[in-house]
């Protein structure tokens, strides 16, 4: 019988508690590499930068060292996709004049929504924001490459019963579909009342 217990933690914890052989299995960007872990790709998340409408960003696709002019907000390294895009930006020489940081995706939302700058976030999962207006994507070039998951475990270690979890995992791993899609409040609702 295989018992679940799911942890939810940054990246960079789950990879330490992997190491210490704590825990079995961790799923997370690869953005990591480690000679005594396997890693196996499970899936692939789309992001886009995103701000509120009310944002003073101009609509028309913007140059990266334009976009580091703005407030950018980020995942730092602790988040596997922070340290994916970290890198990336390294790469391209972009250089944030101004950013801030959350490892909290609804976080990173929510202050996106709120309007207090842009953000790169995954587009399904803001999904029900971008239909209801409260965010809009901003178009850069280059746009933002994916970020592939992976499933890690202990080199060479495949007992059955991890190796049945990842099957699974692998079989239906899906980063397309909105979170949280009827939570979030429309506009048009607060409280269901009509504003």
């Not at 960079?12 to 890693?39: K, N, S």
């Amino acid at each position: 019988m295989i018992e679940l217990e799911p942890e939810v933690e940054t990246s960079q914890t789950l990879l330490q508690r992997l190491q210490q052989g704590r825990i079995d299995m961790i799923i997370v960007p690869d953005a990591f590499r480690d000679p005594r872990l396997d890693a196996i790709p499970v899936g692939q998340v789309t992001n886009a930068w995103m701000c509120s409408p009310s944002l003073t960003v101009p609509k028309r696709k913007l140059a990266l060292e334009e976009l580091a002019q703005l407030t950018v907000l980020t995942q730092d390294e602790r988040s596997g996709s922070g340290l994916v895009y970290r890198k990336w930006f390294d790469d391209q020489g972009v250089v944030f004049s101004r950013s801030f940081s959350s490892n909290s995706l609804i976080a990173l939302l929510g202050l996106t929504v709120s309007g207090l700058g842009i953000s790169y976030l995954p587009k399904a999962a803001a999904t029900p924001l971008l239909e209801s207006g409260q965010l809009r994507i901003v178009a850069t070039n280059p746009g933002l490459p994916p970020v592939t998951y992976v499933a890690m475990i202990q080199r060479g270690q495949m007992p059955a019963d991890v190796n049945a979890i990842l099957t699974n995992v692998r079989s239906c791993c899906d980063f397309s579909i909105p979170i949280y899609s009827d939570a979030w409040v429309s506009k048009k609702t607060r409280r269901g009342h009509q504003v």
